[in-house]
């Protein structure tokens, strides 16, 4: 089946994440004076209104799906339509969550921690790392692991636009969390230098590691994820070699079978050093990103509808390839 390609696809920090800052501040409020359910049922019409109006995060949910099918890793229940619009309100439940994260009403009994050692061990020598994240799952529970360790800071890089807008929320819910998020457009020396300070007092880096650059398509490596060659952030893995600190991969999942909220918080070293010889820099940062897009391919297929990519991810690195992506 062939179809055509989302118009002149946008750069992910053009399009604003799917929770426009009225709408999330409206739902922040339902849940904080009425819960979760008063919460879900307010949430419906607003996921409703964004699966029918917002078709090119539609065609992005459908892409990947249909990614994950012909990997043979998932099958619809339904239809494609239909699978489209559950991943849309798995979303919404992320939203859900984010908010209880902040508000602190998600303790370390809803956690089930695996890998957590090397966390504990770089905190009991004093020494941070950098965590690489995505948008599967939900991140946020990341501040789980700084009530588990109650020296442990996190400092989690954000692009400035929605940066704000997180602080914004984290002061309203009076999180007093050690958890604190840092703008970053762009990574100057200055930038470096105040991270490499923070790693050396011991804390945390959290980057995300599945979208491309503010600046476009400079500073990437193409790497296979769900069978088909797409472009990944080199920052993170060249800000480790830099910073010379070890690397983590982190991916937080919610639990579909439980009835009650429950999370599984991996962690798992990828390098205690980051090392790019300039002779070979290129070639290691293959290897490098492809071990980081094995690890989200493996995490995708364990929660299919928990990926929050909602743009075109492949269509952008590779607008000149024919694309499969059903057509709603």
């Given at each position: 089946?062939?179809?055509?390609?989302?118009?002149k696809?946008?750069?992910?920090?053009?399009?604003g994440?799917?929770?426009?800052?009225?709408g999330?501040k409206f739902?922040?409020?339902?849940?904080?004076?009425?819960g979760?359910?008063p919460?879900?049922?307010a949430?419906f019409p607003v996921i409703v209104y964004?699966?029918?109006g917002r078709?090119?995060a539609?065609?992005?949910?459908l892409?990947?799906?249909?990614?994950l099918?012909t990997?043979g890793?998932?099958q619809?229940?339904?239809?494609?339509?239909?699978?489209?619009f559950?991943h849309f309100?798995?979303?919404?439940e992320s939203?859900?969550?984010?908010?209880?994260?902040?508000?602190g009403?998600?303790?370390?009994?809803?956690?089930r921690?695996?890998?957590h050692?090397?966390?504990?061990r770089?905190?009991?020598?004093?020494?941070?790392?950098?965590?690489?994240g995505?948008?599967l799952?939900?991140l946020?529970?990341?501040?789980?692991?700084?009530?588990?360790?109650?020296n442990l800071?996190?400092?989690?890089?954000m692009h400035?636009?929605h940066?704000?807008?997180?602080n914004?929320m984290l002061?309203?819910?009076?999180?007093?969390s050690q958890?604190n998020?840092?703008?970053?457009t762009e990574?100057?020396p200055?930038t470096?230098?105040?991270?490499?300070e923070?790693l050396?007092?011991?804390?945390?880096?959290v980057?995300?590691?599945?979208?491309?650059?503010v600046s476009?398509?400079k500073?990437?490596?193409?790497?296979?994820?769900?069978?088909h060659p797409?472009?990944?952030p080199?920052?993170?893995?060249?800000l480790a070699s830099?910073?010379r600190?070890?690397m983590?991969?982190?991916f937080?999942?919610?639990?579909?079978?439980?009835r009650k909220?429950?999370w599984?918080?991996?962690m798992d070293?990828?390098?205690?050093?980051?090392?790019?010889?300039r002779?070979r820099?290129?070639?290691?940062?293959?290897?490098y990103v492809?071990?980081w897009?094995?690890?989200?391919?493996?995490?995708?297929?364990?929660?299919p509808l928990?990926?929050y990519?909602?743009?075109p991810f492949?269509h952008?690195?590779?607008?000149d390839a024919?694309?499969t992506?059903?057509?709603?």
């Open positions: 089946m062939t179809t055509p390609q989302p118009h696809p946008q750069h992910w920090a053009q399009m994440e799917a929770g426009a800052t009225a999330m739902l922040f409020w339902v849940y904080r004076w009425f979760r359910i919460f879900r049922i949430l964004f699966f029918a078709r090119t539609r065609q992005a949910s892409q990947y799906l249909q990614y099918r990997s890793c998932y619809p229940r339904y239809g494609r339509l239909y699978d489209s559950r309100l798995s979303f919404g939203l859900l969550d984010k908010l209880a994260v902040w508000q009403d998600i303790g370390l009994n809803a956690i921690f695996h890998g050692e090397w966390v504990d770089l905190a009991q020598e004093g020494r941070g790392a950098l965590l690489i995505s948008h799952g939900n946020e529970i990341c501040r789980a692991l700084a009530q588990l360790n109650t800071t996190m400092n989690v890089l400035n636009a940066a704000a807008k997180f914004s002061k309203k819910a009076g999180s007093n958890m998020i840092i703008q970053v990574m100057g200055a470096a230098i105040m991270l490499q923070k050396d007092r011991g804390e945390f880096i980057i995300a590691g599945d979208r491309i650059p476009g398509g500073n990437t490596t193409r790497a296979n994820f769900l069978g797409c472009d990944f080199s920052g993170p893995f060249i830099i910073l600190c070890p983590l991969s982190i937080c999942l919610r639990d579909s079978n439980s909220p429950r599984d918080l991996h070293l990828l390098a205690e050093q980051i090392i790019l010889p002779a820099r290129q070639q290691e940062l293959g290897v492809q071990q897009a094995d690890s989200l391919t493996h995490f995708c297929r364990l929660a928990q990926w990519n909602f743009y492949w952008l690195q590779n607008t024919e694309s992506s059903p057509k709603p």
